[in-house]
Each structure stands twice: as C-alpha cells, then as structure tokens.
C-alpha cells in the first residue's frame, strides 16, 4: 500500500495584503520548497489581522494537513495578534519568552527593549523557535504549525531553519502534453473519462495565451512513473484522434 501523502497548507495574515497595498511574495517560496521535499501544498487562505479569524482558520488548517505554515503578524505593534491567536487556537498561555528575549537582546540595548519590542518575545507555552538572523525577533513552532514573520527577507530566512525540520519525500512526477490550439471545449468530456479511468493520478487542463495564440496545456501528475506514463499516452492518443477529426473540420475554428 502506498505511504500517505505528506500535505501542508499555508495561511498568510494581514490586512494589508487583503488591501492590495502590499502583495504577497512567500506563498510562491514556501511552494518552491514544499514541491522540492514532495510534500503536497493542498490550501493557501489569507485571513486579516483578527484573531477569531486567525483562531478558525489555523484549527481548521492544523487538523487537516501534515504541516500548517503561517506569515505574517508577529511584530511590535497592536495589530499584530499573531502569536496571540496561536496560543488561544491550542489552548495554551503565552507570555515573555527568555529565549526570545536574549535573541533580541543580541540586537538591541537592554534600554532599548521596551513593551513594543518585548511583544515580539511573547512566545505562546511549549513552543520551539525559529531563528531569525537578521532581526533577532523569532518565529516559533508549536506542534505542526510553524509561525514565520511576513517580511519575505525574514521569512526566507526562518523557512532555511525550517527545513531540516520537515519529513520528505520523492517529489510528484508530472508529463505536460501540448495540446496546441484544440479548445477545451472539444476535448473536456474525453479528458473526463481518461481521468476516471486513471485514478491514481491527477490530470489538469491549462489554456494560455502566447504570441502564436491561444494554446492548452494538459498536465498529469502522480507519485507512480508507470500510472503517469499510461495516463500522459491516454491523452496523446485521445488528441492524436482529435487532431485526425480536425484535419476533417478545423478544430481551431471552434468555440
């Protein structure tokens, strides 16, 4: 029997990406790295600086997936609950945390450390953390949910801690099928039946738009070489057979 898939999810925190006045840059970088280690991103949410919203979603989130990665809130000011909601969706308390206060001490005075600052060593109870170099402000993981900062520079930098932290496993093998300029439309309830006949594998149709024209992309993906093989020649049969039909009626010409 096949191992379970390692899953993980992300959830981003903020208002300001919600806005649009910031855009997000760590859901791309935290991908890369799950994709690298084989473990499957299922779910990205991006909630506001709230913490019953953060509450929900991170329950939610840890409970499902093998991993939960959150960005975002963990800095001196009011709005930042991070830390905060994360304590409450475990049940735990959260207060100065020593070793989150000698971190920053590596970077500030000791009378330069004031309440603002000493809020980003709140640290809920029996959290592990994670260093950042830059800032000295740490991130922290409690169980299988890693709290990172939001700044992509610091949020790179604490994910470089994480890894060695992360179970792996051989990365998901993919075939990408040109299927040229034929529209979905014509090929969609094919795809269908092949996918349903070919089950261990996923199977995703992707139109583009390049300077030659609009073009479709179908991309099998699974653990198994074999399964995704045998699905990939699925399709370039069934597209072989459309191609043969279209020199009939142009395939191009349909909506």
Do not use: C, W
Not at 126 to 138: E, R, V
Not at 225 to 242: F, P
């Amino acid at each position: 029997m096949a191992a379970s898939p390692i899953t993980a999810a992300v959830l981003v925190i903020g208002d300001e990406i919600l806005s649009g006045s910031i855009r997000d840059r760590n859901i791309g970088v935290i991908a890369d790295l799950l994709v690298e280690l084989g473990i499957d991103l299922r779910e990205v949410r991006i909630v506001r600086d709230e913490q019953d919203d953060i509450v929900s979603a991170v329950n939610a989130l840890r409970r499902r997936y093998s991993y939960l990665f959150t960005t975002g809130g963990l800095g001196p000011t009011h709005d930042d609950v991070t830390a905060d909601s994360i304590a409450a969706a475990f049940g735990v308390g959260i207060d100065i945390d020593d070793r989150a206060r000698s971190m920053l001490l590596e970077r500030h005075k000791p009378d330069q450390l004031n309440a603002a600052r000493l809020r980003m060593a709140r640290v809920p109870a029996g959290a592990d953390l994670i260093a950042a170099p830059t800032t000295k402000a740490p991130g922290f993981r409690l169980e299988n949910v890693f709290v990172m900062a939001g700044i992509p520079e610091i949020m790179v930098a604490m994910l470089e801690q994480v890894r060695p932290l992360l179970k792996s496993s051989a990365p998901p093998l993919s075939r990408t099928v040109d299927a040229d300029r034929i529209p979905e439309g014509v090929y969609a309830d094919l795809l269908r039946k092949i996918a349903m006949t070919h089950g261990s594998v996923t199977i995703g149709s992707y139109p583009s738009m390049t300077r030659e024209g609009f073009r479709n992309s179908i991309v099998v993906r699974g653990r198994d070489a074999g399964s995704v093989d045998a699905a990939a020649a699925a399709v370039e049969t069934m597209l072989v057979t459309l191609r043969d039909d279209g020199s009939r009626s142009p395939l191009a010409a349909k909506a």
